[in-house]
């Protein structure tokens, strides 16, 4: 069977390798083609676009690459005419994928199509619930409450377990007597996937960070980057004896303390057991904050609130995304003790009571 893969970033390019090997398990016949990137490849896909090419968000940015982004559309459907495979498996990415879904089932009317890791409907733009429902034939989902979300509308989606979750937990029992520090002395700056994201958080991290070096709770200054990122974009934002590194699961692990960018990295690092800010710059916050509560449906931005349906997590986002916020609740957490424990005893709860797999 032909499986055609669209992947628009990093996360999701790990998560669909990891959906590949299933299928290969299920279908040791099975043929993967699609965009996507390096995990994917390594799986033994065959790829017409890299997402390195297709990463863009914000207006602006997207604005910025219009050109490249109406070739990665003429590039998805010349290929998937061409190729006319059995399933259209569309991976999280949804402004792309939606509109890829509506192509195929246009014209390829008897393929499969699948979303693997859907939009985040219940946080906004609720009404793309029911195009999900109109294109798909099956919605397998990561986050154990969406199907009963989607029930409230009628529709049918299939919680699948959680790969972040899952990955993590392969990654601690296969490091389980790894030499990680013993003195954790160190900050992991994890500033997203994405140029604009890094951009902006970035800057306002190395803030706090530098902050808390020199008063001497910290060590060591780590950032974590993104597979899709060169070095050197990186290198204008750090200063000499600050780390860069591409082993984010080690960093984390090993870090005291982490500074994160909202998105899966705040689930990975809830995960990991290490205590953490979130920050985001949200643009409306800056010129349209007061439409924020219109836009966003959710009490929570970041993924181990949401779960645990509370705050386990500081979030510094939107109005909040400001030095001396993310300053102080770094400093909260290199001070507070208690903070810290129940932080990670929340971090178990997580695991053992919202993350079992399906």
């Excluded at 970033?9 to 398990?25: P, T």
């Excluded at 999280?92 to 009317?109: C, E, G, I, V, W």
């Excluded at 993924?303 to 909040?320: D, H, M, S, T």
Aim: charged share 20%; with cysteine; proline share 5%.
């Amino acid at each position: 069977m032909k499986y055609f893969f669209i992947v628009g970033e990093a996360s999701g390019d790990m998560h669909a390798a990891e959906f590949m090997k299933q299928l290969r398990a299920k279908d040791p016949e099975a043929q993967f083609i699609g965009l996507g990137g390096d995990c994917m490849l390594q799986q033994g896909a065959t790829l017409f676009q890299h997402y390195r090419n297709m990463a863009f968000m914000g207006v602006i940015a997207v604005l910025r690459h219009a050109k490249q982004i109406k070739e990665n559309f003429r590039i998805a459907q010349e290929a998937l005419l061409r190729e006319q495979p059995d399933q259209l498996i569309l991976v999280d990415y949804p402004s792309f994928n939606l509109k890829m879904a509506q192509f195929a089932r246009t014209h390829l009317p008897n393929i499969k199509i699948i979303y693997y890791i859907p939009p985040k409907v219940w946080a906004w733009k609720t009404h793309r619930i029911h195009k999900i429902a109109r294109l798909c034939d099956e919605v397998l989902a990561i986050f154990p409450f969406e199907p009963d979300f989607y029930a409230q509308f009628g529709y049918r989606c299939t919680y699948v377990g959680n790969p972040t979750a899952e990955a993590i937990s392969r990654y601690k029992s296969e490091n389980s007597k790894s030499t990680f520090a013993n003195i954790k002395s160190s900050i992991a700056l994890v500033p997203g996937s994405r140029r604009g994201e890094i951009a902006n958080c970035l800057p306002k991290m190395l803030i706090a960070a530098r902050e808390a070096q020199t008063k001497g709770q910290i060590k060591s200054i780590i950032v974590t980057a993104a597979p899709n990122i060169e070095d050197d974009f990186y290198a204008k934002y750090l200063r000499d004896g600050e780390q860069l590194s591409r082993n984010t699961w080690d960093v984390v692990s090993q870090a005291k303390v982490a500074l994160v960018t909202s998105g899966t990295a705040s689930l990975e690092v809830a995960l990991l057991g290490c205590p953490q800010v979130v920050v985001y710059r949200i643009y409306t916050s800056h010129w349209l904050g007061w439409l924020e509560p219109f836009i966003f449906k959710i009490r929570f931005y970041t993924l181990p609130n949401i779960i645990a349906g509370k705050q386990v997590i500081y979030e510094a986002v939107g109005p909040k995304f400001k030095n001396k916020i993310i300053r102080r609740e770094l400093q909260r957490l290199l001070t507070d003790d208690a903070y810290v424990n129940q932080m990670k005893t929340e971090y178990q709860n997580l695991i053992i009571d919202r993350l079992q797999p399906a």
